[in-house]
T-cell receptor, first 112, second 113 residues
Framework: GDSVTQMEGPVTLSEEAFLTINCTYTATGYPSLFWYVQYPGEGLQLLLK?????DKGSNKGFEATYRKETTSFHLEKGSVQVSDSAVYFCALSDRNGNQFYFGTGTSLTVIP | DTAVSQTPKYLVTQMGNDKSIKCEQN?????MYWYKQDSKKFLKIMFS???????INETVPNRFSPKSPDKAHLNLHINSLELGDSAVYFC????????????FGPGTRLTVT
């Protein structure tokens, strides 16, 4: 079946460092891909999305590109801030919206 | 104007009790969900409802039952609470048309003592 695999954390970075959180997926057909962010004590918020191959989702300085050839959707940010400390989830929806899968989450801590 | 709201935010109760968590969405979405998040942040889908019909029912204990009085509400009832039910429960909703992103409520932290 469909699934999402993301890198295990926790990840600790210094402020202004470059961030990459890896996400790969397994799916039949052409899924939609998402990154969600969960700040401490809050619910999940949609960070960005991509619906077809080579699409790039971006928001708040974060980017991810839908790579069909490598079945990946890695999250990147050029310069992280302390306020980016959160748990990040990669997710997949099948093309019909019948199934939605979350990765296990990656905890990010940014230190000043 | 909160999109997906849940009440209560915190719920502390004793083993054996019955409790409910309410969820409402004002996004006009067709599908609503309940998730359980454990202490390691792992998300497990419990139920989803589409137009008042249960379309996903994962292998959760039958002590848990979703109830949807209308398209905008999906409540979660839990009978005979156990220690292992302690977790954060999230409600979410999505539109039936693509790309199907889900919108989450703020969560309800349930603690069973």
């Amino acid at each position: 079946g469909d699934s999402v695999t993301q890198m295990e954390g926790p990840v600790t970075l210094s402020e202004e460092a470059f961030l990459t959180i890896n996400c790969t997926y397994t799916a039949t057909g052409y899924p939609s891909l998402f990154w969600y962010v969960q700040y401490p004590g809050e619910g999940l918020q949609l960070l960005l999305k991509a619906t077809k191959a080579d699409d790039k989702g971006s928001n708040k300085g974060f980017e991810a590109t839908y790579r069909k050839e490598t079945t990946s959707f890695h999250l990147e940010k050029g310069s992280v801030q302390v306020s980016d400390s959160a748990v990040y989830f990669c997710a997949l929806s099948d093309r019909n919206g019948n199934q939605f899968y979350f990765g296990t989450g990656t905890s990010l801590t940014v230190i000043p | 104007d909160t999109a997906v709201s849940q009440t209560p935010k915190y719920l502390v109760t004793q083993m054996g009790n019955d409790k409910s968590i309410k969820c409402e969405q004002n996004l006009g979405h067709d599908t609503m969900y309940w998730y359980k998040q454990d202490s390691k942040k792992f998300l497990k889908i419990m139920f989803s409802y589409n137009n008042k019909e249960l379309i996903i029912n994962e292998t959760v204990p039958n002590r848990f039952s979703p109830k949807s009085p209308d398209k905008a509400h999906l409540n979660l009832h839990i009978n005979s609470l156990e220690l292992g039910d302690s977790a954060v429960y999230f409600c979410a909703s999505s539109q039936v048309s693509g790309p199907y992103e889900q919108y989450f409520g703020p969560g309800t932290r349930l603690t069973v003592t």
